[in-house]
């Protein structure tokens, strides 16, 4: 069925049927028989259709001249081209540029090393040591050994027990009499060190230095080829904060007579501290935790 003429306007209607602007056939048929059966709109479609028709013969559609059109197309053409061009020099512009400083010699003394050699290196040793750094902490746990300073007495701990046995710590008084490890202390080092005797394990000597003006004493025992090693120094130090020792260390050695801790280094070696007296005392074990602990409960009777 075709759309009901009496929804349109009838002029608008003749106008859309002149112009071919009407798909719809029932509709068109509905338009024709409305100027057909009314002599009004017969004579509207007449006029306007004839007015349509002398303007198209009257009005000629204007073309573009085919030079013109061509001029237009070159005109553009040499444009891309150009903006072509400036883009590709810019690249070639930057690729000399970067080429130029990445190959220009960096001189030591009178050899040339081209920079991007220099890069290479500084890139190899700056991945070198970020990885060597990274694994030396890799397993350490321990909060207060990762926060230390080097006044720390937990690292030093950890740094002097790694010095003796890599064996860069050689001992300056060997002996496995403890009345005189203590009176070459005693001597030497001005406080009253504590030698105490660990079972099955050997007293072999101690060795003296010294850090922030305090004198500090490494005792050394071994039992085949396991080591405890015996930092200590006076309370002195801490007191006057020539020495660190975190408060929470000091307050569990105080309740708990000792602080004992695993995962200070990368071989999961185990620290305990105490107090004797003047005495701030740190040893260092390969033993693991549970038997350090049986062997220290032991010789601090």
């Known amino acids: 069925m075709g759309q009901n003429t009496t929804a349109f306007n009838s002029d608008e209607l003749i106008t859309s049927y002149i112009d071919n602007q009407i798909s719809d056939p029932g509709l068109r ?52 081209q150009n903006s072509n061009a400036e883009a590709y020099q810019n690249t070639l512009s930057f690729r000399q540029t970067l080429v130029n400083t990445i190959t220009a010699p960096i001189r030591f003394g009178r050899m040339p090393v081209p920079r991007y050699a220099f890069a290479v290196v500084l890139l190899i040793i700056a991945a070198s040591a970020f990885y060597y750094l990274n694994s030396k902490s890799s397993n350490i746990k321990n909060p207060h050994v990762l926060a230390g300073t080097e006044k720390s007495i937990m690292v030093q701990a950890v740094n002097s027990f790694h010095k003796i046995l890599d064996g860069d710590f050689t001992l300056q008084y060997k002996s496995s009499n403890a009345a005189e490890v203590e009176k070459f202390v005693r001597d030497n080092a001005f406080f009253n060190v504590f030698v105490p005797k660990i079972d099955n394990y050997i007293l072999t000597g101690c060795i003296l230095n010294e850090y922030n003006g305090r004198k500090l004493a490494h005792l050394v025992y071994v039992s085949g080829d396991d080591i405890i090693y015996i930092y200590q120094t006076t309370m002195d130090a801490i007191v006057k904060n020539d020495l660190d020792l975190p408060q929470q260390v000091r307050d569990e050695i105080v309740s708990a007579k000792y602080y004992m801790c695993d995962g200070v280094d990368d071989n999961n070696c185990t620290m305990t501290l105490w107090f004797r007296e003047n005495v701030v005392c740190a040893s260092m074990s390969t033993m693991p935790k549970q038997q350090m602990y049986t062997a220290f409960t032991g010789f601090v009777k």
Do not use: C, H, W
């Not at 709109?41 to 204007?62: F, M, P």
């Not at 573009?64 to 444009?79: D, H, R």
């Open 29 to 80: 048929k509905q338009v024709e028989d409305m100027i057909s059966g009314d002599a009004g709109l017969n004579n509207k479609y007449r006029s306007e259709l004839l007015t349509k028709n002398l303007l198209k013969e009257r009005i000629k559609q204007s073309e573009l001249p085919f030079e013109t059109y061509n001029k237009i197309n070159s005109s553009i053409n040499l444009l891309i």
